[in-house]
C-alpha cells in the first residue's frame, strides 16, 4: 500500500489536500454531505469542481479508530482507485490506496 495524498482537516470537517499518482495530480477536498439512506456516502470527493469520489466513514475493528473509506473514480481511469484517508502525525491525514 502507498501513500498517495496527504490532507488536513478544516473546519467543519472538510479535508483539502492533494491527491497524487504516476498520472494525477489534483487538489482535492473530501466534504462531508447528508446521507440520502443508510448506504449512502457521508463524504463526496471534488477536485477542479468536479466530483470524482465518495467516502463512507468506518471504525477499525480492533481499536475503533475511525477513518474514511473511499472510492475515487473518473472516466480517465482504467479502474475505480479504492483508498482509506486515516489520521498520521501532527495533524495530517494520510490517503493510503489499496487494490
Known amino acids: 500500500m502507498a501513500q498517495i495524498g496527504s490532507f488536513t ?3 467543519g470537517g472538510v479535508y483539502n489536500g492533494e491527491i497524487r499518482t504516476l498520472t494525477l495530480r489534483v487538489k482535492a ?3 462531508p454531505v447528508e446521507r440520502e439512506h443508510d448506504k449512502a456516502p457521508d463524504h463526496r470527493v ?3 469542481g ?3 469520489g465518495a467516502g463512507w466513514t468506518k471504525a477499525a475493528r480492533e481499536t475503533g479508530a475511525e477513518y474514511l473509506s473511499l472510492k475515487l473514480d473518473d472516466p480517465s481511469f482504467p479502474a475505480p482507485i479504492y483508498a482509506t ?3 498520521g ?3 495530517e491525514h494520510k490517503l ?3 487494490r
Do not use: H, K, M, N
Open 9 to 11: 482537516r478544516g473546519d
Open 29 to 31: 477536498s473530501i466534504r
Open 46 to 48: 471534488i477536485a477542479g
Open 50 to 52: 468536479v466530483e470524482f
Open 85 to 87: 484517508l486515516t489520521q
Open 89 to 91: 502525525d501532527d495533524g
Open 96 to 98: 493510503i490506496w489499496s
